[in-house]
């Protein structure tokens, strides 16, 4: 997770914990227009799968919104339980 690649889309951005999802699996399947890699946490609900990351503190006024297709395009927000490392 590259910090100032995300803090020029969100100022506020702050790391807090490095975590990470069960049951996911870090896939590329998705074609990028500004020669990024585009990949998503994809639920699998096999045991053994773990995606590593950051998790971030981001000021509301900071977060992407619906209406910002371009970024939204191909991406769903959902709520996920992050176990983080203490």
Request: net charge negative; aromatic share 6%.
């Amino acid at each position: 997770m590259c910090t100032k690649r995300i803090r020029s889309r969100a100022p506020s951005v702050t790391p807090v914990a490095n975590g990470y999802l069960d049951e996911h699996a870090l896939v590329f399947h998705k074609q990028s227009i500004d020669g990024s890699a585009k990949a998503d946490a994809a639920f699998t609900g096999c045991s053994t799968d773990r995606v590593w990351g950051v998790v971030y503190r981001v000021h509301k006024e900071d977060r992407v919104h619906k209406e910002d297709k371009p970024i939204r395009d191909g991406y769903d927000e959902q709520q996920v339980d992050v176990v983080v490392e203490s």
